[in-house]
């Protein structure tokens, strides 16, 4: 079953996202040459206290930091440690919070300083390719039609969508159904319905789709050593266009 959130649910869900915004926005800048990914952690671990939240990251399943910072080829689930930031990299940052007792989780990847002109199109197109995933969690449409538009949107550039990781359904937990892949066909999967929250976010590589996990249990790289980016709303499907709970100004 896809929970449907009543009215003081949704309020709650509301309060959740802007914060994790707010801390997503904190953590992306600082991501500067020179600073470790430990430091980002820390100080998103310090930005969620002041919220008065929790990290949904720390301890699920043994994970070891409040945020995942993946950098270059890693895809998701880096592990926060001693690696230093160089100029050309591209940092994601994937950002959640539980404030009282709901889950906001959105996620951005960073350019440092001048990138590549393939590199700068990922991001853009894998950007893109979420607004155009978002466009899609309207009543009466499908999860394939999500899936279908964010697929369509990077194939038309060269890019590929990673199968093995998915968006989610998003509430009092982190993981709820239905499962939102970033490739499929149009008109399949569960319809959807208002008052579904969800968490949107395209996991895109410049290379193959396919990945790999490191032997630390987490850090996802890409197979080919391609780039990837990571883009993340969490949305609500309302009875017109998506209300997107994770936007902020400064996201703009």
Known sequence: MIPIKSPSEIERMRRACAAAAEVLCAVAALVQPGRTTAELNDAAGECIR???????????????????????D??????????????????????????????????????????????????????????????????????????????????????????EFVGHGVGKKMHEEPQIPNFGKADTGPKLKAGMTL???????????????????????????????HFEHTVLVTEGEAEILTWQKKMQ
């Open 199 to 229: 968490a949107i976010e395209p996991m895109i590589n410049a290379g193959t789709h396919e990945v790999q996990v490191l032997s630390d249990g987490w850090t996802v790289v890409t197979a080919d050593g391609a780039s990837s980016a």
């Open 74 to 163: 890693e895809v998701v689930h880096g592990i926060p440690g001693s690696r230093k930031i160089q100029y050309g990299d591209i940092v994601s940052l994937d950002v959640g919070i539980v404030i009282d007792g709901y889950v906001g989780d959105n996620a951005t990847t960073v350019a440092v300083g001048v990138m590549k002109p393939r590199t700068a199109e990922l991001l853009r197109v894998t950007e893109q390719a979420l607004h155009a995933g978002i466009a899609q969690a309207r009543p009466g449409k499908r999860v394939g039609d999500i899936s279908h538009a964010i697929q369509a949107m990077v194939e038309a550039h060269g890019f590929s969508a990673v199968r």
């Open 50 to 72: 002041l919220l008065g939240g929790k990290s949904p990251f720390l301890g699920y399943r043994g994970y070891p930091g409040h945020v995942c910072v993946s950098v270059n």
